[in-house]
Structure formats: C-alpha cells, structure tokens
C-alpha cells in the first residue's frame, strides 16, 4: 500500500497544481501558462499548496453557487470555465 499512495500522491499533486495554474493563466492573460507554472514551482512546497487549494476551493465555491441555480447554473459555470481556461 505504501508504494501505491507513494506514487499516486505525487502525481494527483501535480495535477491539482496544473488545473490551478491553468486557471490563473487564464485570468492573468499578460503571462503564458508555462511562465506562471514556473512562478509557482519556484514557489516553497506550503505556498505552492496554498495557490493550488485555494484556486481549487474557489473553483469548488464557484459550482456550489451555480448549482443553486440548477442545470442552468452549472451549465453557464461549465460555460464560463471553458471560456477562461481557452
């Protein structure tokens, strides 16, 4: 079980950190998806995981309310996530 856990927690790290990036990258237009990725990894280990969850938990607070307004909502935040991330 240890090698399991050794070699998925890193890599789920590492994609959580990507999604994160890619949203910012896709508010802050001024730098490419590559330069904020290297921002961040030059980053300590704790402040990387603080951008990471908190983009993450706004992505998460963001559905939640869009939820309120049923498909709809979800539909306009899916809508809204696509157009930032593209």
């Not at 951008?51 to 559905?63: N, R, W």
């Not at 869009?66 to 991330?85: K, N, S, T």
């Amino acid at each position: 079980m240890p090698s399991t856990s050794q070699s998925f927690l890193p890599r789920l790290g590492m994609l959580c950190r990507v999604v994160a990036v890619t949203v910012i990258a896709g508010f802050y237009r001024k730098l490419s998806i590559k330069e904020i990725n290297a921002r961040v990894k030059a980053q300590p280990l704790a402040r990387q995981a603080v951008i990471t969850g908190l983009v993450l938990l706004a992505l998460f607070g963001l559905s939640l309310f869009a939820a309120q307004f049923g498909w709809i909502g979800l539909l306009v935040y899916a809508l809204g996530l696509i157009l930032v991330v593209s």
